[in-house]
């Protein structure tokens, strides 16, 4: 099965400030079948991103996914209050699809 | 709008087999477009996909569950249903139905999530 690694695995910003969150897989992922999620305390997980860089519907434009083969990214141009949140990859190319441990952007 | 609640018992013995129930709501399980999932989440940990089931009964299951996994569907009930047998503690997560479009395992919609403890 594919493994993906988020890094870091926490990340210390302020609001306003840029972020950039890291997915790497063990193997390439087929046709950019890669998706973020964005998970709050007690809530289910977010769809952001599909398709690498493909925005679900009603995510806002300063959230942006980008990559291919094996490396991906997901921006957060200028981040709010409410972005402070667990972040997720997901790999659905090959089966199982998997999930990476998730980054945990914090507020500075 | 089309809306996943999980129910089940919030407790089980270890060796036990672990039902949860998913009840579709505003939509119907057998519009033919989506796949029903299972997803789970151990305390403090990340996602783990566990199957998923179409309408027809069609399943496919995580090689790493699937000698303990059966998800069925109930259409009449608008329902799916996952059970796991011979469950231990590292089996205590919160246990998420959702849904995805055929022909991709993006998940846009959620259940709010149900945490099953096993524990004596």
């Known amino acids: 099965e594919i493994v993906l690694t988020q890094s870091p695995g926490t990340l210390s910003l302020s609001p306003g400030e840029r972020a950039t969150l890291s997915c790497r897989a063990s193997q390439s992922v087929s046709s950019s079948y890669l998706a973020w999620y964005q998970q709050k305390p007690g809530q289910a997980p977010r769809l952001l991103i599909y398709g690498a860089s493909s925005r679900a519907t009603g995510i806002p434009d300063r959230f942006s996914g980008s990559g291919s083969g094996t490396d991906f990214t997901l921006t957060i141009s200028r981040l709010e209050p409410e972005d402070f949140a667990v972040y997720y990859c997901q790999q659905y190319g090959s089966s199982p699809q998997t999930f990476g441990q998730g980054t945990r952007l914090e507020i500075k | 709008q089309v809306q996943l609640q999980e129910s089940g018992p919030g407790l089980v013995k270890p060796s036990q087999t672990l039902s949860l129930t998913c009840t579709v709501s505003g939509g119907s399980i057998s519009s033919g477009d989506y796949y029903w999932s299972w997803i789970r989440q151990p305390p403090g940990k990340g996602l783990e996909w566990i199957g998923y089931?179409?309408?027809?009964?069609?399943?496919y299951y995580n090689p790493s569950l699937k000698s303990r996994v059966t998800i069925s569907v109930d259409t009449s009930k608008n329902q799916f249903s996952l059970k796991l047998s011979s469950v231990t503690a590292a089996d205590t997560a919160v246990y998420y139905c959702?849904?995805?479009?055929?022909?991709?395992?993006?998940?846009?919609?959620w259940g709010q999530g149900t945490l099953v403890t096993v524990s004596s």
């Open positions: 959702a849904r995805n479009p055929i022909g991709t395992s993006c998940y846009k919609l």
């Open positions: 089931i179409y309408y027809s009964g069609s399943t």
